[in-house]
């Protein structure tokens, strides 16, 4: 195989990339500059040694000392309060509106309507150990801040369903996004205004 089909073969892992998009990555490669196809073949290949994944809330941070805890989790956060979201973007999203000063868990995505097993698609076993470990440290509500759409409103009652035992056991209050958010709104592109009036409106 050519390296025109390797590379498009690569691309084609992408989230939503197909046979046609991939080759137009490739060529539109080809067509660039090669200080252009240098940096970005460089940061690709330090990505993963830059960057390391929380084990506290497992989202992605430059990576720094030995330590294995972002920013967020080891810093003076108000430990009350847990927000729940599907993924980095959406963490990006709610730390850039200030409108949340507490921590944080990313869920890892969400469970497609109709999925045989959802625990496979989210980290709902992490989260549990979370909460368990975070009584102590003072948690007392767990936001869930999932995406108004089917897929969202479904991954958000099996969380729900899934975590009322346990926060019921330690009284932790779980409450969702207030309707601020309208239908179809993926969080990631939910300005900060909306976002504040979605949080003060939670229940
Ligand atoms: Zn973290």
Redo the contacts with the bound molecule.
């Keep these: 195989m050519s390296s025109i089909e390797n590379l498009s073969q690569l691309f084609m892992k992408f989230p939503g990339i197909g046979t046609r998009q991939a080759k137009r990555f490739v060529y539109f490669l080809l067509s660039q500059d090669p200080h252009y196809v240098d940096a970005l073949a460089s940061e690709i290949s330090v990505l993963k040694k830059n960057i390391a994944q ?6 992605f ?1 430059p990576r720094k000392g030995a330590g294995t ?6 810093d003076d956060a108000d430990s009350s309060t847990l927000m729940v979201v599907e993924k980095d973007t959406d963490f990006d999203s709610v730390r850039r509106s200030g409108s949340y000063a507490g ?2 868990f990313i869920l890892g995505g969400t469970i497609p309507v109709l999925e045989k097993d959802p625990a496979s698609k989210i980290r709902i076993r992490e989260l549990l150990e979370r909460i368990e470990g975070s009584a102590a440290d003072g948690l007392t509500e767990i936001i869930l801040a999932m995406s108004v759409n089917p897929e969202g409103d479904f991954t958000r009652d099996y969380v729900l369903k899934a975590l009322t035992p346990l926060a019921g056991q330690l009284g932790i209050t779980i409450t969702t996004l207030g309707r601020g958010l309208s239908t179809g709104t993926e969080l990631e592109y939910s300005d900060g205004d909306t976002l504040r009036h979605a949080l003060k409106n939670r229940a």
């Design positions: 929380c084990t506290g809330c497992f989202r941070y805890l972002c920013n967020v989790c080891v921590r944080y």
